[in-house]
């Protein structure tokens, strides 16, 4: 029993299936689950990945609303993500995570061809005003 409830926590499934799907992609396995609990306690379907590889699988696959897509990972960063989700013609929102905005170009004033993007740390209340502004809206029970 412990099992299946263990695996329907996993930051790793999809939570909902419909309206509201973001994916959340980090290395850092702390942020992945932070922001994987705090989206789906609002009520919408997320999946969180480790890497820029498993990103493109899962925007292939799921077609998410919203990817929130850490800058710096190991293998693919998000530079790589970002160039390919636009070759593909992806329309979802993507919003850049980072520490370092200074090196993806993200310095204010933003350039307007640069997503938007949260400096690493971010409050939630951060997190819920983007989630806000991109016009996702959580699952209907």
Do not use: H
């Not at 329907?8 to 909902?16: C, F, T, Y």
């Not at 922001?35 to 820029?52: C, D, I, P, Y």
């Not at 209340?125 to 016009?135: A, H, K, N, P, T």
Request: net charge negative; hydrophobic share 45%.
């Amino acid at each position: 029993m412990q099992d299946k409830q263990e695996r329907a926590n996993s930051p790793d499934k999809l939570q909902g299936v419909e309206k509201g799907r973001i994916l959340v992609v980090d290395d850092q396995e702390a942020i992945r689950r932070l922001l994987f609990m705090a989206l789906r306690e609002q009520g919408f379907a997320v999946k969180a990945v480790a890497s820029g590889e498993e990103a493109l699988e899962a925007i292939e696959a799921l077609r998410p609303d919203l990817v929130f897509l850490d800058w710096k990972m190991p293998g693919m960063g998000g530079n790589e993500v970002l160039g390919r989700l636009r070759v593909s013609n992806y329309a979802g929102r993507v919003v850049i995570m980072t520490a370092y905005p200074e090196v993806c170009g993200a310095t204010p004033p933003a350039k307007p061809a640069l997503p938007q993007y949260l400096v690493k740390p971010f409050d939630l209340r951060d997190l819920f005003e983007v989630v806000g502004q991109s016009g996702v809206s959580p699952q209907v029970a």
